[in-house]
């Protein structure tokens, strides 16, 4: 397979998994505990950032409120 499509498919399959994360309750729920970071500023959200592993500057990074599990 040619790089160019490689990484697209990479991309979309990233925003896929990364959408269908955001609405499961299980998976919110094992990041939220598994991530120590710092909540982010006023709006107390916690960023998650997702990143492909055959071509790590292929990422995606979602902002989600702690308290919707």
Do not use: G, Q
């Amino acid at each position: 397979m040619k790089k160019r499509i490689s990484k697209k498919l990479h991309k979309k399959f990233l925003n896929d998994v990364v959408y269908e994360i955001s609405l499961s309750s299980l998976w919110r729920k094992r990041l939220f505990e598994d991530n120590e970071e710092d909540l982010e500023h006023e709006y107390k959200l916690k960023r998650f950032v997702f990143v492909a592993t055959k071509h790590p500057m292929i990422f995606s990074d979602s902002l989600n409120n702690p308290d919707v599990i």
